[in-house]
Every structure is written in structure tokens, then in C-alpha cells.
């Protein structure tokens, strides 16, 4: 069954620093999401992508977030300069022509 | 008024036993509404979605009440591997494009 997959699963970094979560759609989805989930707490929306440009982005995606898609196959999500409250699980999600969103397993951030 | 509200839970059942969680949601027009289930420290799974007329698949029955702006997921005959997070979600505006808003999730414990 195709899967989302995401790299890495974990990833620890200092706090100014730059990270780029990478992720790979099912192979003939369309659109591509990013949401987050601080833990505890629900998962929240964060951008959507479709035809190479972003659709609809939450306030939480402020200028030091950007996402992009280098190839046919990823979808990378950056962070510019990462903050402590950035700490959470990122996931991404994809779909086709119908709206089912399916997610990848995640990376789980944490800024120290 | 919280976009779509749960029952935190937990709710603790023992197996074998009917369990019913509800959510409300604010946005009268929203077009699109899901159930996803997410184990501990995992990624959300599309448990079902919910259509007007309600809907079943096995022990999970779904309903919809569009004039109370109201959700509801039935479990029947509980086993251990139910026990998760629940978690409502709504589609605002339909369509494969948009984000999806989840509840804060219902915690589904079931005891052997």
C-alpha cells in the first residue's frame, strides 16, 4: 500500500538554527500538506501546495517558514531560523483528486 | 466557540463494550467531515469519513447532523487494539485543496 514517508524522524537543533523536514507524497497525489502537533496539544494546519505554489497557509506559517518542492518526489518544509516553540511533530500529508488527506508518520523537532 | 470541540475522555471501557464520542462543530458551512484515530505519539489515520445520511463500516457507525452542527462516531463491541485517540475533523470548504481542522481528540482506553 503507497505510503507518506518523512526524514528524519528525529531531529534535534539549537535554537537560530535552520532545519529542513523532508517528505515524500504518495506517488500520484497532487496536493501536499504540512501540519504540526506541539505536544499535548491538536494538530494544527500549516500550508497547503498544489501545482507548484502554496494554496492557503495558517497564521502560524509566518516568513520563517517555507516550503518547497525540489523534484518530482519531495516536498521539504524549512524553518529559517527555529525558535523553542517550534519544538513539535511535523507532519505531512498528501492527497489526489479526492480529498482524503493521508499523513506521513513524522518528524518529531526538538529546539533546545 | 472552539472550530470543533470533543470530549477529551478518557474514556475507559472495558472490552466488548458500546462507546459513543461526540464533537461540535462551529463553521455551519462547512462541506467535509472525518473521523481519523491516532495511536500514541503516531500519525493521524482516516478512521472514516461522515456523510449526511450516516454511515457504517463494521463496528464504526458515523453520523452527521448538519442542523445541530454535530458529529458523532459509535464503536461497537470494543476491542484492546481500539484503544486511541479519536479525533473529529472537518473540511471548511470541501475539496482536495483545503486544510482540514481537527478536534483536540477523545481518548479511548479499553480495558481486557
Known amino acids: 500500500e503507497p505510503e507518506v514517508t518523512q526524514t528524519p524522524s528525529h531531529q534535534v537543533t539549537q535554537m537560530g538554527q535552520e532545519v529542513i523536514l523532508r517528505c515524500v507524497p504518495i506517488?500520484?497525489?497532487?496536493?501536499f500538506y504540512w501540519y504540526r502537533q506541539i505536544l499535548g496539544q491538536k494538530v494544527e494546519f500549516l500550508v497547503s501546495?498544489?501545482?507548484?505554489?502554496?494554496?492557503?497557509k495558517s497564521e502560524i506559517f509566518d516568513d520563517q517558514f517555507s516550503v518547497e518542492r525540489p523534484d518530482g518526489s519531495n516536498f521539504t518544509l524549512k524553518i529559517r531560523s527555529t525558535k523553542l516553540e517550534d519544538s513539535a511533530m511535523y507532519f505531512c500529508?498528501?492527497?489526489?483528486?479526492?480529498?482524503?488527506?493521508?499523513f506521513g508518520p513524522g518528524t518529531r523537532l526538538l529546539v533546545l | 466557540r472552539k472550530e470543533v470541540e470533543q470530549d477529551p475522555g478518557p474514556f475507559n471501557v472495558p472490552e466488548g463494550a458500546t462507546v459513543a464520542f461526540n464533537c461540535t462543530y462551529s463553521n455551519s458551512a462547512s462541506q467535509s467531515f472525518f473521523w481519523y484515530r491516532q495511536d500514541c505519539r503516531k500519525e493521524p489515520k482516516l478512521l472514516m469519513s461522515?456523510?449526511?445520511s450516516g454511515n457504517e463500516d463494521g463496528r464504526f457507525t458515523a453520523q452527521l447532523n448538519r442542523a445541530s452542527q454535530y458529529i458523532s462516531l459509535l464503536i461497537r463491541d470494543s476491542k484492546l487494539s481500539d484503544s486511541a485517540t479519536y479525533l473529529c475533523v472537518v473540511n471548511p470548504l470541501g475539496g482536495a485543496t483545503n486544510k482540514l481542522i481537527f478536534g483536540t481528540g477523545t481518548l479511548l482506553a479499553v480495558q481486557p
Open positions: 501546495f498544489y501545482n507548484n505554489e502554496i494554496s492557503e
Open positions: 461522515v456523510y449526511s
Open positions: 500529508a498528501s492527497s489526489g483528486r479526492l480529498e482524503t488527506q493521508y
Open positions: 506517488s500520484n497525489h497532487l496536493y
